[in-house]
């Protein structure tokens, strides 16, 4: 029975039953075979492959309840054979069922079981996994409650897709993706299932190696056909030329991506070396268009640097030259790929004979604070803008109350300097705290509120603030705006190993940095130091929530990071703070990904507070209780129709499960966070728990039980904002404060607040620069910045 059979049989059983599509084909080996299935487009974009089966549940509980006189079928399951993929039916964009998605090759390896052993129903953490070897055997030692415990594994099937895996001392089947095997170890397997003088069946393992996506590694075996079968030249070219089609693909694919994330260097430099000579025309001619687009930012940045000069020469007033001169270094130092596109109407408008040189430098100087759709061609205007950026540096730079009020009023006394203005200044600021010592494709560890970089090792030298390790993508460029990775360590790893998951990056002072995923999909991570040094569990406590939100502070004050693109990650305990901070804080992130997390306790009772944030669950099957702790709550959001992934290993336990990294990123490349809501309604358990989009609120009426850290029973809190510029509140607080923004609110109307069955606010709103600038301190939020605070009491 294939693990794709078993996986759908075992899910009847063991969750009572839902009727499956039978005919399944069993793999032959050496054979090419069919795999049945279909694909599920969901409404986010993603695209799931497996057999589609509608169910009603997760757990054999679920399962058993009725939902009335007609069966309800909520979820849908998406069965890849060796995963499972559960969503809400009314996230599914497009389902289509296919007889047959296509056709792979598969081998497989007689196995022999020494015993039948024990049924393992759970398991606990892996000590150690031996290599396979040829006949795809290894060796795993599990830690149990009775000591460890060594289970001799067989693969007995391999396919492009997935490897099946079986015990052969115990009842276990699971399977592990064909890509996430060592390519030495594969194809010892690969090459005991086949006759290797069989020229057929040799290249039977280089098409295995091209379905699998290993494009590198199928020409490797073919230029070992090649020498063992001479005869088969011919043959042989026609299979090159296919690989090498794939591998364009695969190539300019990359090529694009770096492209795409800033990494420019690295794209030219790509470009510039493609084996263009190795491909058709097609591939050829698209490489060169792209280093053509390289070659045209190129000479427009260097027009823009002479033009500048020129611009500046042609002044006649001696104290607007030497202002000037000042200035233009500082632009011509950082125009580059991620900034050119500020110079752009200057350099449209650099031959129009109607504009003299003070308003051509009036569109340059306030393009470069504000992006081009803000410039023009007022010099004075141009320069109190950027008079503005100096002056918005220095406040965020400044820790002196009476200094910041000064600088605050310098700002709004500035002619030309408003709201809108000044958002578009935020939003091209470079970063305005210290970053000394971090560089991209390496872990550093800093604190918050201090300096440089630190020893990674100094959780215990006295020093205030959170410790948190980062790194940072390969070219990071200040100017260019990067999505964030907060990711929580497990237990059992520190804060530099949980970014190294997610980038296997070297520790600073390292060897030659070996860029990971993060670096390559261009994100910035960083892994707060929110738990003890020997904590074995969450906490659910408000100092952990602290830790995690002064470092996505302390973070957006050190880098230019995207605050519409936040996503909180974590591994073990770390899940599972997963969906307690982001269900404590959902206004915060794009995306929630919690990997071998459980959703329980506080999560009971406040799931609902992620209505509108996106989350991709991954657990395995045999992990602890996962299933029936998390059922309870991801079913919920399911059935309520939440933008949820939920993915399910079969047979496998406790595991950090790296082969879904690309998905992961995948999913979180088509994330952006929502927009604030009119309307709120949120469940708090805690005091801190205070914020949640544009309402916050203090002294909230919780009875916190002190074991806990949390109040037993949630407090409910709802705001609405009208049509008729009316905001609805009730929330029991002593104190509320509502930040608004004309997406929200008429800024041009009476705005009433209604409270506890009372008007608290009757009055036209002012918005204000100052407002804006106070908040976007606090928080550091380059995207969502508030003019309008209004205080209830």
Known sequence: MSIRTRSLANFGRLRLAVVLCAGFALLASGATSAVAGGKAVLKNGTVLSGDLVPVQGLSKRQLMQKSGAIDVYPILMVDAGYKRYFVSQIQVERAEREAELSRFDSFQLPQRRTSRGLKLEQLGRVANITPFDAKGRRSVTIQTSRGPLEVIQGVRELSPRYVSVEGLNNEWE???????????????????????????????IVRFLLQSGLHREALAELAEVRIDFPELSDRIDEVEKEI??????????????????????????????????????????????????????????????FLLGKAESELTEDAERDLIASIRPIIRDQIGWETLDRLKPFLDFADDPSLDARERLALAISGWVVGPTGAETSLDKALALWRGRGLILEFLRSDDPFREDQLLDAVAG?????IESTRRIIEHLPAWADAIGVAPDEIATLRTGAGGVVEPDSSDDGASG???????????????????????????????????????????????????????????????????????????????????????????????????????????????ACFDIAMSHPDLFAGVVPISGLARKTAIWNWENVERVPFYIVNGELDRFSLEVNSMVVYRMLKAKFDVIYTEYIGRGY????????????????????????????????????????????????????????????????????????????????KNTLRLTGDLIKLDQRLRVRSGGRIRFNDFVQPSVKTLLKIFKRTGDRRKTYPVEIVVE
């Not at 084996?275 to 280093?291: G, H, K, M, S, Y």
């Not at 309402?695 to 407090?715: H, I």
Request: with cysteine; proline share 5%.
């Open 244 to 305: 090498r089609r794939f591998q364009a693909q695969e190539l300019l694919a990359e090529l694009r991506r770096r492209k795409r994330v800033g990494q420019h260097r690295l794209a030219v430099a790509a470009a510039r070396t493609f084996p263009t000579d190795l491909f058709d025309a097609a591939i050829a001619n698209e490489v060169r268009t792209i280093l053509d687009e390289y070659d045209a930012v190129r000479e427009r940045a260097e027009r823009a640097v």
């Open 655 to 734: 595991e950090t499960f790296y082969e879904e990294i690309h998905n992961i990123f995948d999913w979180m490349d088509r994330h952006r966070r929502v927009d604030d809501p009119s309307e709120l309604e949120v469940e708090v358990l805690r005091p801190s728990e205070d914020r949640f989009y544009w309402l916050s609120f203090d002294d909230a009426p919780l009875r916190v039980d002190p074991t806990a850290g949390y109040a037993k029973r949630a407090l409910k809190v709802t705001a609405k904002i009208t049509p008729g510029n009316s905001i609805y509140l009730q929330s029991g607080a002593r």
């Open 466 to 576: 959170t410790r948190y390790a980062v790194a940072l993508p390969s070219e990071y460029d200040p100017n260019r705006a990067y999505p964030l990775i907060v990711t929580l360590r497990p237990s059992e790893t520190t804060i530099e190993g949980a970014v190294a998951w997610w980038g296997s990056a070297n520790t600073s002072g390292g060897s030659t940095p070996s860029a990971g995923q993060s670096q390559r999909r261009g994100y910035i991570v960083v892994a707060p130091d929110y738990a003890d040094e020997v904590q074995q569990e969450y906490g659910y406590s408000a100092q952990e929530h602290d830790a995690v939100l002064k470092v996505i502070k302390d973070a957006c004050q050190r880098f230019h990071i995207d605050s519409d693109r936040v996503f909180l990650a974590g591994h073990g305990m770390g899940g599972e």
């Open 174 to 204: 699971f399977g592990l993706a064909t890509t996430s095997i060592p390519i030495d170890e594969l194809k010892r397997m690969l090459r005991t299932a086949v006759d290797v003088k069989n020229p057929d069946e040799r290249l039977g």
């Open 414 to 418: 500035l002619e030309g300097v408003g």
